[in-house]
């Protein structure tokens, strides 16, 4: 079975050639199985759009949506997973996509409805009851849950924080959309580096990630899900 699983492997690779790179949508978990259909089994080690420190968040109770499952799939069929993002570029960027969603409410006059954030007044609101949460403690907190938990609460926190200050750096979507397609430009090419360096023959990232990636990628083929 060994032998024609191989054989099968090795056929496919001449309608699937690696290298490749492979643009997801991630909008939903059906779209991982498509993925999954274009790793033969000969790859051991495959790039993910994750953050460097992503092990140590989801243990810390912050999952991310995706491209975690993802991970967490591949790691189960014994593959090394290669995290491509910096840390610091993936906290700016979920600041500035907030912040910048954010200032497209507030320009089309959208108003917040129960637990949303929609305006800068939301935002604070938010920050004031998370920090009222981890000062004071949750009333409401099952006494089973770890300190893990608090991790999650003070990360959310930081995160809102981020978002407040690029807010108020970029005080119009206009400001915020063009900090965003900077900061898309940066991340772009740390991943590209990662993917060279690290010789990988299969990576994953966004589509459109993978779009403006594939210049610098010579001889690689651009699989869209």
Not at 195 to 219: C, F, P, Q, Y
Request: charged content about 25%; proline content about 4%.
């Amino acid at each position: 079975m060994d032998i024609l699983s191989g054989l099968f492997d090795y056929i496919v690779s001449f309608y699937r050639p690696l290298p490749a790179l492979i643009g997801v949508r991630h909008r939903c978990l059906d779209e991982i199985a498509m993925v999954e259909s274009y790793i033969p089994s000969f790859v051991q080690r495959i790039g993910i759009e994750l953050p460097v420190d992503y092990e140590d968040m989801e243990k810390k109770g912050v999952p991310i949506f995706y491209f975690g499952e993802l991970a967490r799939r591949l790691k189960e069929k014994s593959l090394d997973v290669i995290a491509l993002e910096s840390r610091g570029l993936y906290r700016a960027a979920l600041a500035i996509s907030g912040a910048l969603q954010i200032r497209k409410c507030e320009a089309v006059g959208i108003k917040s409805s129960l637990g949303s954030i929609s305006s800068r007044a939301d935002l604070v609101r938010d920050i004031k009851w998370r920090k009222l949460g981890i000062t004071c403690g949750d009333p409401y907190r099952a006494p089973e849950l770890t300190r893990d938990t608090d991790y999650a609460f003070s990360h959310f926190l930081a995160a809102d924080e981020d978002i407040l200050y690029a807010l108020d750096r970029y005080p119009t979507p206009e400001s915020a959309q063009f900090a965003m397609d900077q900061l898309t430009i940066r991340r772009d090419r740390y991943m590209l580096d990662i993917i060279i360096k690290e010789g990988l023959s299969l990576a994953v990232v966004g589509a459109a990630h993978a779009r403006n990636m594939m210049d610098g990628l010579t001889g690689y083929r651009f699989i869209q899900t």
